[in-house]
């Protein structure tokens, strides 16, 4: 009996919580649900059910830069080494990763600017594959001479990103080609169709 009664003072007890007190006490479950849930290991996936890992994505890309650029090089009856081949794709996905941008983008800039030939050259002195002026990479931290495929590649990505985070990507594509005082569009839409190719390739 003595027993009975204590428990019903028990219950009377916690039916008499008031309002406040019930809603601490509700408030302080959902947390330590909400802890429990964020504590919890996390679900894993099979392989291959849309899920797409870091690695997979870069090997993608990759595939799409190379068939974009051999392409390219068919098209103007032009040909680079399989190591000078294979040290554009590599620069192009390591520089661009570094400065934020679309490695489709730098390609189509690399595409447009030199077809692809790092020892091309202008009249008006720019260099390599970007088709940077030295002037604009005297102060940038290069490993090796401009005319060498990884920094002219680095030169590039690097003058593009900062043009592009300055002006947007509009206007920094335009700025890359025309400097200052952008005259037309007609280079924007050069590195644009290059671009819709290089994301083709990436499709088949």
Known sequence: MAQADESARRLSGIAMLTPRSRRVATWALVILGALLVLDAPPIQFERGLDVVSPEDEIEATRSAV???????????NSVLSGEEQNRVIEAVLRSSRRHGLDPFLVTAVLLVES??????????????????????????????????????????????????????????????????????????????????????????
Request: glycine share 8%; proline share 3%.
């Open 66 to 76: 190379t068939a974009a650029l051999v392409s390219h090089l068919h098209d103007r």
């Open 115 to 204: 077809d692809a030939r790092p020892w091309a050259e202008s009249g008006k002195g720019a260099i390599g594959l970007m088709q940077v002026m030295p002037y604009m990479a005297e102060n940038l931290p290069l490993a090796g001479n401009l005319s060498t495929i990884e920094s002219n590649v680095e030169a590039g990505c690097f003058i593009l990103a900062d043009n592009i985070r300055r002006l947007g990507e509009v206007k920094g594509i335009s700025s890359y080609f025309w400097g200052r005082r952008i005259r037309g569009i007609a280079y924007l839409q050069k590195v644009q169709r290059a671009r819709q190719r290089v994301r083709e390739a990436s499709a088949s």
